[in-house]
């Protein structure tokens, strides 16, 4: 559909949402973005996996890259609470080891990748500059990151800690670096928003997820176009 299509369909869906519906849907799409994405590899503990999501959703993150090497990537409905719905989740899981596929994809997308893990060169969340797109990396609640999720991202970020404990649990890690970055994010001056066309589409498959004849809507609708030509 060319964007005017787009528009007249999405007024079209909107005709069988509530009004708080679709006052809901005008609100969030104001704050969501890709310009800050994250990418899960071999997240494998429901629990874990489901509260990322949960965060990405309520700080405005739109797309989650999962790479299955090992795990398949699970999500817990009860953790989650709805919010995988609303995001649009890339699974990479067509080779044995999928993170140089999702690293490619991402490079060609304009993202620089950020492994979130100690390193010699790493950065904490109050330096790592945020004016490039950028991809979050998180790993394993046990191993962390692959050895080749850390030798081929771009930069390294690290949560500092002052305590005895090791490492904070994923979802703590990601809600903290979501949490913060978005925040520094909304203050600046930077374009993040989706663009215009990226919010129509949004829109568009928010309105299919919420509808339970969103197919056969669809199909009358592309019927009286059709007709109407």
Do not use: C
């Not at 629990?47 to 795990?71: F, K, M, P, W, Y």
């Not at 620089?112 to 109050?126: E, G, N, W, Y």
């Amino acid at each position: 559909m060319d964007f005017k299509t787009k528009k007249d369909f999405l007024s079209f869906l909107s005709g069988y949402l509530t009004e708080d519906r679709r006052k809901l849907f005008d609100k969030v799409i104001r704050y969501r973005t890709r310009h800050i994405t994250v990418v899960l590899e071999d997240i494998y503990q429901p629990h874990n996996a489901s509260a990322v999501l949960r965060s990405a959703d309520l700080t405005g993150i739109q797309d989650i890259h999962i790479i299955e090497n090992r795990n398949r990537y699970e999500v817990n409905p009860e953790v989650a609470m709805g919010s995988s719905k609303w995001l649009n989740l890339i699974k990479y899981n067509a080779l044995e080891d999928n993170t140089p596929a999702a690293y490619e994809a991402l490079h060609k997308a304009g993202y620089r990748i950020v492994a979130t893990t100690p390193h010699t060169k790493d950065q904490t969340l109050d330096e790592i500059p945020i004016d490039g797109k950028m991809a979050l990396v998180f790993g394993t609640e046990m191993k962390g990151l692959s050895d080749t999720a850390i030798a081929h991202a771009d930069e390294y970020l690290r949560i500092p800690m002052y305590g005895f404990t090791e490492s904070y649990n994923i979802s703590v890690s990601a809600a903290l670096t979501l949490f913060t970055l978005t925040g520094k994010l909304r203050k600046s001056s930077i374009p993040w928003h989706l663009n215009k066309e990226e919010q129509l589409d949004t829109l568009i498959e928010w309105a299919k997820r919420t509808l339970k004849y969103a197919e056969l809507f669809e199909k009358e609708f592309l019927q009286k176009r059709k007709i109407g030509q």
